[in-house]
């Protein structure tokens, strides 16, 4: 019997140490992981399996097992698992977190010790356990770059951090410290009823652990060590009259095949492997950043186009000359009129004193506020008097005019297109061409060649 559990030790060992050379690489996640027991968000992964196949517990090579079960105890005490728990664990990564999906096939769900006390022995309820080297320098002891999150099947957890100084004060194997407040989001679904001799089918886990709780920022290539271990417990501990006796119905396992935990030696390199979009790399500064010049791009776009949709209603109410009444053309036109001044209604009165004013100041930017103030009448009155007279808006008044001197200015070849334009207070010749052939029928190049000289011979 000795000589097959010598046998089993060095198959364990030979199987340990071609894992420990083994890297893996945790791809990044494309898709956003929510936190939510669900693995249909878990597009780009590591995916791998381990089962419980120990005949006995195993511990790290040239370590004694869990400080009780020296070379001189009976393992023959040792309550051996009714069933055999497989683990399927699923890991990736993104800018934030380091992520975990655990699936434990286990038949018989136990879960009898509350967390209480300053540490609560839930690593003695079936549940899982991760160990992390954020620094990947660990060799025999755990460190202050060590960290165990430990979490049981109905949503207990615990988080341990390395401690040299627990070394120096005591004679512990995994010198560790517990009660430290990092955070890490999971959830925990179970598929069965705990504690009882029914058949059960196991539990999920998913966890999401911030690379900011242990102290690192994510990039490709980042390599940490990691252990992956679960804790089974198949038995009621009712009739445990100590630890002792709890520990012997207890069986723990990690995917390298070994029993006790904390020893960095016989946990796994790891190595982040992908790369994120550009998206992804923005955070903090650079983010606020884009956002505000994402923000001022937006705003400047909209102004732009609440401006266009602004000029083609002017355009589009701008009335055409042939829609406006022959008499109503002497005014906009500047007319010598058959009839005395004084003796104008009110309304065409105060038209033509308008368009007096904006002749006599055509490259001025005049608006109707400004030009009601000129007329010493109220922008009310003047907005009643062009829908009276001409069925129009002062602004469109104001262009009407503008566009009859411009209309002049080409026929008498003062200046091209654009030089007429800036000259009657448009700050874009495209706007004016668009104003000019709405009201006129026809562009500012054709009407420059209906209106061109016969050439002298």
């Known amino acids: 019997m000795l000589l097959f559990r010598l046998f089993l030790a060095v198959l364990l060992v030979t199987a340990a140490h071609s894992l420990t050379g083994k890297v893996v690489s945790i791809p990044y996640c494309c898709p956003v992981i929510k936190i939510d027991g669900n693995q249909s968000d878990w597009k780009c992964c590591y995916r791998g399996v381990f089962s419980d196949t120990l005949g006995h517990l195993h511990t790290a090579p040239g370590r004694t097992m869990m400080a009780f079960f020296d070379d001189s105890y009976d393992y023959s005490k040792i309550w051996l698992p009714l069933s055999r728990n497989q683990v399927e664990i699923l890991m990736c990564w993104d800018m934030n977190n380091i992520y975990f999906f655990f699936r434990v096939e286990d038949q018989h769900l136990f879960a009898e010790i509350e967390a209480k006390g300053e540490t609560p022995y839930i690593h003695m309820n079936d549940g899982i356990e991760i160990y992390i ?52 989001e999971y959830i925990v679904h179970s598929d069965g009823t705990f504690n009882d001799s029914c058949s059960d089918k196991g539990f999920t886990a998913e966890i999401a652990i911030p690379f900011a709780a242990i102290g ?168 009643r008097v062009t829908q009276e007279e001409l069925q129009t808006t002062p602004t469109n008044f104001i262009y009407l005019i503008k566009l009859n001197l411009a209309a002049d200015y080409l026929k008498n070849r003062k200046g091209n297109v654009s030089e007429t334009a800036y000259e009657f207070g448009f700050s874009d010749p495209g706007y004016f061409s668009k104003l000019f052939k709405r009201y006129f029928g026809m562009t500012p190049n054709e009407y420059l060649e209906q209106h061109e000289k016969p050439s002298k011979r």
């Open 133 to 184: 080297d954020a620094k990947a320098d660990s060799d025999t002891m755990m460190d202050i770059n060590d960290y165990q999150f430990l979490f049981d099947a109905v949503g207990n957890s615990l988080v341990f951090r390395g401690d040299r100084e627990v070394l120096e004060r005591d004679t512990v194997v995994v010198p560790k410290s517990s009660g430290q407040n990092l955070y890490f």
């Open 216 to 383: 690192l920022k994510p990039s490709t290539g980042l390599k940490l060590k990691l252990d992956i271990c679960c804790n089974d417990v198949d038995y009621s501990f009712q009739s445990a009259e100590n630890y002792d006796d709890k520990s012997l119905r207890y069986w723990p396992f990690n995917w390298v095949g070994i029993s006790d935990f904390g020893y960095p030696e016989t946990w796994l390199e790891v190595q982040l492997t992908g790369a994120p979009g550009w998206w992804d790399k923005m955070s903090g500064a650079k983010m606020r950043q884009w956002f505000i010049g994402y923000l001022t791009a937006l705003v400047l776009t909209l102004l732009v186009i609440i401006t266009l949709i602004l000029r083609m209603r002017k355009i589009i109410r701008l009335p055409a000359r042939q829609d406006i009444p022959a008499p109503k053309i002497v005014i906009l036109e500047k007319q010598p009129s058959q009839t005395n001044t004084q003796e104008l209604p009110a309304n065409e009165m105060t038209l033509k004193k308008a368009a007096d004013y904006i002749s006599e100041n055509p490259a001025e930017n005049i608006h109707s506020e400004k030009l009601a103030k000129q007329l010493g009448i109220t922008i009310r009155k003047l907005q």
